[in-house]
């Protein structure tokens, strides 16, 4: 048999084990603990990200149908009978060459062409009026697109109670240069699709601010004109105007224009057809 001291012995390793078994148990429990820790938090870290990123998908989604709703808001919106395109600038063109007019270069051949009556100015009217920041000195064109403006302005007071507003009228090589630096969409100062203000052929009249009924208006008015090839128009989308140069033929259709309606335009609005009221604005 073993004495008092084997006794105290097994005693102390029997404590000794239980105690690093205790102490091995908690260390256990603490690393298991931490890893359950970290993996819970890997997966909430993994769900944020994927809520994140579908988030973002569809906030992308909404962004990207917005956009294209915006979009195709504005392409209903604009829908003008008159695009600007290459072939009306040769068509301007082709008229400026057929009548031999040169492309006003500078200052010196504008107020040549002025003294000799080749330019008239352009005056306001009870029907008319001209964009306060244009520059007096290019309040001018041809004088057949003057009657032009006048006879047009006319109608349209007569039936709208309104005026017309022109925005610009003859330019200069130079003025169209600096125009084209400022505005990549403007017309170039030379060659087959030049702009035709240069010519003095042409006036922009303001669209902005007119209401459906009087844009509509305008354009079945120039829809006339161009069918009797005495306009070629556009409708700028950028200055929101009607840009308009105007053949040297409406001079002769214009003397042409002898019968006037028994009743004016604005009697009968419902019944108001361009022929109509052009015929009525040219012999007035």
């Known amino acids: 048999m073993a004495g008092p001291r084997g006794r105290r012995t097994r005693a102390k390793l029997a404590l000794s084990f239980t105690t690093n078994s205790q102490q091995t148990l908690s260390r256990l429990r603490i690393h298991f603990v931490k890893k359950a820790v970290t993996v819970r938090f890997a997966s909430v870290f993994v769900l944020a990200l994927m ?59 504008l107020e040549a062409l002025k003294a000799d009556g080749s330019l008239l100015p352009i005056i306001p009217s009870e029907s008319l009026r001209i964009e306060p920041s244009l520059d007096p000195s290019r309040r001018y064109c041809r004088p057949w697109t003057r009657d032009f403006v006048d006879d047009l302005s006319q109608a349209y007071f007569n039936r709208f109670h309104q005026q017309i507003q022109v925005n610009s009228a003859v330019r200069t090589v130079k003025i169209q240069k600096k125009l084209r630096r400022n ?10 699709t030049a702009s035709s203000h240069l010519a003095g052929v042409t006036v922009d009249l303001q669209r902005r601010g007119m209401t459906k009924e009087q844009i509509r208006w305008m354009e079945y008015y120039l829809f006339y004109m161009k069918a ?57």
Do not use: K
């Not at 009797?228 to 001079?251: D, N, Q, T």
């Open 228 to 284: 009797l090839g005495l306009v070629e128009p556009e409708e700028e989308r950028r200055h929101w105007c009607f840009h308009i140069m105007v053949s040297a033929h409406y001079s002769e259709w214009r003397e042409t224009q002898t019968i006037v309606p028994l009743e004016r335009p604005d009697d009968h609005p419902e019944d108001e057809a361009p022929a109509q009221v052009a015929a009525e604005s040219a012999s007035q």
């Open 183 to 192: 505005n990549r969409n403007a017309a170039p100062w030379e060659g087959d």
């Open 51 to 109: 809520w994140v990123g579908m988030s973002g998908s569809a906030f992308a989604v909404r962004h990207t149908i917005h956009q294209t709703h915006h979009r195709h808001f504005r392409w209903l919106r604009w829908n003008p009978m008159f695009r600007p395109s290459h072939e009306s600038l040769l068509i301007q063109n082709a008229e400026i060459d057929r009548l031999e007019l040169p492309r006003i270069q500078d200052e010196t051949e």
